[in-house]
């Protein structure tokens, strides 16, 4: 008895080398999903571990802050963005620290400032202090571009003998000037207060955007 090769048809073969071609191309575009997947899961969480640590979100409350912000407000402010003049920060005020504000900054470290009684007069283009003499400066002397401030009591004998603000300190005003608790009445603010500078308001959104 002979026994015969067998041989598949022709056509049987090259279907068996289509379905091969066919279940080794979808195990190329599963693998490639699940790299592209896992690449944006990394990313993502590598995005949101950066966000975590740069930044912050804050709630406005109240309204001194008029017309920049409304009470209610919410805006995301970066913790590494450098402190420039009229840059809107928030900080933790020393007598409520589970509190937090947010102010314009008006004066930076270095800046000249004088006192005349509770009036508090700054100005960041002068470079010699007009008080250095420990005259009384008279309103037909003061220079160009100067900012006068009234403080509380307290506030203006604490300031009393300095000729500029040191450093590491900032002078602070919310927008409202009639409905605002800040360096007119608590003083300066240190650096070390300071949470970060307000860089884009995202609700509500019909006023999304940056903030200036």
């Known amino acids: 008895m002979h026994l015969k090769n067998e041989r598949l048809p022709k056509q049987k073969i090259n279907k068996r080398k289509k379905s091969s071609k066919q279940k080794l191309n979808k195990?190329?575009?599963?693998?490639?999903?699940n790299v592209v997947a896992n690449l944006f899961f990394v990313f993502f969480t590598v995005l949101c571990l950066i966000m975590l640590s740069t930044t912050r979100t804050h709630l406005v409350d109240g309204n001194s802050m008029?017309?920049?912000?409304e009470n209610r407000d919410r805006m995301i402010v970066s913790k590494t963005t450098r402190i420039e003049r009229?840059?809107?920060?928030?900080f933790e005020p020393k007598d409520q620290r589970s509190k937090s504000y947010v102010k314009r900054i008006i004066?930076?470290?270095?800046?000249?400032?004088w006192l005349d009684g509770t009036n508090l007069y700054l100005n960041h283009q002068l470079r010699e202090p007009v008080n250095s003499s420990g005259k009384?400066?008279?309103q037909t002397d003061i220079p160009d571009g100067t900012l006068k401030i009234k403080l509380s009591q307290?506030?203006?004998?604490?300031?009393e003998g300095l000729a500029r603000i040191p450093e590491k300190k900032y002078f602070v005003l919310g927008d409202n000037r009639n409905n605002s608790r800040?360096?007119?009445?608590?003083?300066?603010?240190?650096?070390?207060q300071i949470e970060g500078v307000a860089v884009y308001r995202y609700y509500p959104f019909?006023?999304?955007?940056?903030?200036?």
Do not use: E
């Open 86 to 90: 009229y840059d809107v920060v928030t």
């Open 66 to 69: 008029l017309p920049t912000f």
């Open 107 to 113: 004066g930076l470290p270095g800046d000249a400032i």
């Open 136 to 138: 009384t400066v008279n």
């Open 154 to 159: 307290g506030i203006a004998r604490s300031l």
């Open 182 to 192: 800040d360096s007119r009445t608590i003083g300066l603010i240190d650096a070390d």
């Open 27 to 33: 195990r190329k575009k599963r693998w490639g999903k």
């Open 206 to 212: 019909t006023r999304m955007g940056r903030i200036h």
